[in-house]
């Protein structure tokens, strides 16, 4: 299996909390932010996805926080499709410090929504690959 895709990511001062942390809600930002590089880096754009009549849609999300991240620190955020039968495919990410530490592990699941008919595309993985230049970013 190949590397998983990766995105760096510098933590900004604003998205800490009270105790000097990143907030809780930010890892979420940065798994999307992975997620929508992914995409580019693929070949897909957002307008090219409304175009094609869907729009990806997280329908489960869990989060392991592991070590806490600070301002300033350097990260690194992965993601690896992992496609199986059906309407849903898994999102597995990890967000690590550049010294090795895992800061937090995601996993997930989602789908790609039908924009018209409010319903999951019955195969997302081929709908991916059709709209991708470089469909191997997707473990395709």
Not at 119 to 132: I, T
Request: aromatic content about 8%; charged content about 25%; proline content about 3%.
């Amino acid at each position: 299996m190949a590397e998983p895709f990766s995105v760096a990511v510098t933590v900004r001062g604003y998205e800490t909390d009270v105790q000097g942390h990143v907030n809780q809600s930010v890892y979420l930002q940065y798994a999307e932010h992975a997620r929508w590089c992914l995409l580019e880096a693929a070949g897909i754009s957002q307008a090219e996805l409304r175009a094609s009549g869907v729009g990806p849609v997280v329908l489960e999300t869990t989060i392991r926080y592991k070590r806490e991240l600070r301002a300033g620190d350097e990260t690194e955020v992965t993601c690896a499709f992992l496609w199986g039968e059906g309407k849903t495919f898994r999102m597995e990410q990890v967000i690590r410090k550049t010294d090795g530490t895992v800061a937090a592990e995601l996993s997930g699941v989602a789908g790609l929504l039908d924009l018209k008919e409010r319903r999951l595309v019955a195969d997302p993985r081929e709908h991916f690959r059709s709209l991708a230049t470089a469909p191997e970013r997707f473990g395709l």
